[in-house]
């Protein structure tokens, strides 16, 4: 420890290494997976995008650099007494050269240090345990075809199904034209079950209507009509809904950064003291600053890194979502067993940089190298090396959620007025039942016609034994 207690400005004339004449600059960093991973058989050896990086750098500077942990294992926050913790407080006590490691950029730490050119950008994420797929979720397949209308449609459907049998079996009773008529409701009502059921089923030709009246007769009209338009509109809405089925949002409380900062159902924290903690209690939006003061508010729900912060989201059965950056969250809930979800912060972009010791050319020195990898590509191919997903588990479709939404709903004004939410309610197809009160309305108006003529009187003497035919046949009948 004592060449760390040298002041920076003489510590640099003294790191050159005599057998190559390369600058040896003293690098600090921190554990974070795929950044920087401790590899097995040395406490002094990494593996990882940083370290990856670092030494696509050497060649470039004609440098070396000697890569150490935190001593205290933090990233670096300014204490109340104005010292500093983690990297950063080694890059001010003069004791380390670099802090290579995902490192925000902050307004702060500017201030303390100087930073290279970024990097990397990343944004902010909120990791949710993902909702229960057992029990009625298990077996929500099964029953997707309700899905196309809403339950206020279903139920009014369901009454429709019982008033229809039952005015049915009321009309053929009391229509005075009616030849067929049983003397008791109940068997009338029994005989309206298969006509009204086969016509539902669209099967009316296995149980015909045979009767002669016609009150009953333009209730079946208007009851088959009402079915064809209500099978047209369900089998349609249903194809739009299968069509859109892989896209369908799951049911999670929480879709967005607004819809955290209104709940309060679900705790949710970040790493106590770290970039996103300063971001959000620092914070003008006033969503952001709703969020920032639940943070404050709320010290139990911080976490001291963001390993333990996964596993209290795990642990908490959907309780806890935790605030953490895009790219390592996306890297932590790609990986078996899938047990988490993401939704990301929708403006909200953070860059990574190199730190370096204040007023020293260091990081000048690293501009040029990180923009020249840049460039060339290089920084692009440990991206894809080290930063993308395995693809073992989703985790595109929850982050770009809002751009779902907002496309969708795109999709859905340019469909037509029927289908611009996902269940079609009364008020889109309540037309619809609409005519099927008119075909009622009509029928019943038929019977009262009938029952209130002479031919009342007349079906009555011949249900008394009185002939069947009607008075002008009797009449040619006798004459005969």
Same mark, same amino acid.
């Given at each position: 420890?004592?060449?760390?207690?040298?002041?920076?400005?003489?510590?640099?004339?003294?790191?050159?290494?005599?057998?190559?004449?390369?600058?040896?600059?003293?690098?600090?960093?921190?554990?974070?997976?795929?950044?920087?991973?401790?590899?097995?058989?040395?406490?002094?050896?990494?593996?990882?995008?940083?370290?990856?990086?670092?030494?696509?750098?050497?060649?470039?500077?004609?440098?070396?650099?000697?890569?150490?942990?935190?001593?205290?294992?933090?990233?670096?926050?300014?204490?109340?007494?104005?010292?500093?913790?983690?990297?950063?407080?080694?890059?001010?006590?003069?004791?380390?050269?670099?802090?290579?490691?995902?490192?925000?950029?902050?307004?702060?730490?500017?201030?303390?240090?100087?930073?290279?050119?970024?990097?990397?950008?990343?944004?902010?994420?909120?990791?949710?345990?993902?909702?229960?797929?057992?029990?009625?979720?298990?077996?929500?397949?099964?029953?997707?075809?309700?899905?196309?209308?809403?339950?206020?449609?279903?139920?009014?459907?369901?009454?429709?199904?019982?008033?229809?049998?039952?005015?049915?079996?009321?009309?053929?009773?009391?229509?005075?034209?009616?030849?067929?008529?049983?003397?008791?409701?109940?068997?009338?009502?029994?005989?309206?079950?298969?006509?009204?059921?086969?016509?539902?089923?669209?099967?009316?030709?296995?149980?015909?209507?045979?009767?002669?009246?016609?009150?009953?007769?333009?209730?079946?009209?208007?009851?088959?009509?009402?079915?064809?338009?209500?099978?047209?509109?369900?089998?349609?809405?249903?194809?739009?809904?299968?069509?859109?089925?892989?896209?369908?949002?799951?049911?999670?409380?929480?879709?967005?950064?607004?819809?955290?900062? @209104?709940?309060? $159902? *679900? &705790?949710?924290?970040?790493?106590? #003291? !770290?970039?996103?903690?300063?971001?959000?209690? /620092?914070?003008?939006?006033?969503?952001?600053?709703?969020?920032?003061?639940?943070?404050?508010?709320?010290?139990?729900?911080?976490?001291?890194? @963001?390993?333990? $912060? *996964? &596993?209290?989201?795990?642990?908490? #059965? !959907?309780?806890?979502?935790?605030?953490?950056? /895009?790219?390592?969250?996306?890297?932590?809930?790609?990986?078996?067993?899938?047990?988490?979800?993401?939704?990301?912060?929708?403006?909200?972009?953070?860059?990574?940089?190199?730190?370096?010791?204040?007023?020293?050319?260091?990081?000048?020195?690293?501009?040029?190298?990180?923009?020249?990898?840049?460039?060339?590509?290089?920084?692009?191919?440990?991206?894809?090396?080290?930063?993308?997903?395995?693809?073992?588990?989703?985790?595109?479709?929850?982050?770009?959620?809002?751009?779902?939404?907002?496309?969708?709903?795109?999709?859905?004004?340019?469909?037509?007025?029927?289908?611009?939410?996902?269940?079609?309610?009364?008020?889109?197809?309540?037309?619809?039942?609409?005519?099927?009160?008119?075909?009622?309305?009509?029928?019943?108006?038929?019977?009262?016609?009938?029952?209130?003529?002479?031919?009342?009187?007349?079906?009555?003497?011949?249900?008394?034994?009185?002939?069947?035919?009607?008075?002008?046949?009797?009449?040619?009948?006798?004459?005969?």
């Amino acid at each position: 420890m004592g060449i760390y207690a040298v002041p920076s400005v003489f510590f640099l004339l003294l790191q050159v290494s005599l057998s190559s004449g390369q600058t040896v600059y003293k690098v600090t960093t921190i554990l974070e997976e795929p950044f920087v991973i401790q590899k097995q058989g040395g406490s002094a050896q990494f593996d990882g995008f940083i370290p990856d990086l670092l030494k696509k750098i050497e060649p470039l500077l004609n440098v070396t650099f000697d890569m150490k942990h935190v001593a205290d294992f933090k990233y670096g926050s300014k204490r109340q007494d104005g010292n500093w913790t983690g990297l950063i407080g080694e890059l001010v006590k003069g004791t380390a050269d670099i802090a290579a490691a995902s490192l925000t950029v902050t307004a702060e730490r500017a201030k303390a240090i100087d930073l290279s050119h970024p990097f990397m950008e990343s944004g902010l994420s909120i990791v949710l345990k993902r909702p229960n797929t057992r029990g009625w979720h298990a077996l929500k397949g099964f029953v997707t075809f309700l899905e196309p209308f809403a339950p206020g449609v279903w139920i009014t459907l369901l009454v429709a199904c019982l008033i229809v049998p039952v005015l049915y079996g009321v009309v053929i009773h009391f229509d005075p034209m009616e030849d067929e008529a049983d003397p008791s409701m109940l068997r009338n009502i029994a005989r309206a079950v298969p006509v009204i059921f086969y016509r539902f089923c669209l099967q009316g030709s296995l149980a015909p209507a045979n009767t002669t009246s016609r009150a009953s007769r333009v209730l079946i009209a208007f009851w088959s009509l009402f079915l064809v338009i209500l099978y047209v509109t369900w089998a349609t809405s249903y194809a739009v809904y299968m069509l859109r089925g892989e896209r369908q949002t799951p049911s999670n409380p929480i879709h967005s950064f607004e819809g955290l900062a @209104s709940q309060s $159902g *679900i &705790k949710f924290g970040t790493v106590n #003291g !770290g970039a996103t903690y300063r971001y959000f209690t /620092e914070a003008k939006d006033e969503v952001d600053k709703k969020i920032g003061k639940h943070l404050k508010d709320n010290p139990d729900q911080m976490t001291s890194s @963001s390993e333990d $912060g *996964i &596993k209290r989201v795990r642990d908490s #059965g !959907g309780g806890y979502a935790f605030i953490m950056e /895009e790219i390592p969250a996306r890297l932590t809930v790609g990986k078996l067993p899938c047990d988490l979800m993401l939704v990301h912060h929708s403006s909200i972009r953070k860059t990574y940089s190199f730190g370096c010791t204040a007023n020293t050319t260091i990081c000048r020195n690293l501009d040029v190298a990180i923009i020249q990898l840049k460039t060339d590509g290089e920084i692009q191919e440990l991206i894809d090396k080290w930063l993308k997903p395995t693809g073992d588990c989703d985790t595109d479709f929850y982050d770009d959620y809002l751009a779902y939404m907002k496309s969708f709903n795109m999709e859905k004004d340019a469909s037509g007025f029927l289908f611009q939410s996902d269940a079609l309610t009364m008020e889109k197809v309540g037309s619809m039942f609409i005519l099927l009160a008119v075909g009622i309305a009509v029928s019943i108006a038929l019977l009262v016609f009938d029952v209130c003529t002479e031919r009342r009187v007349q079906k009555t003497v011949n249900r008394r034994g009185g002939t069947d035919k009607q008075p002008f046949e009797a009449i040619t009948d006798d004459m005969q």
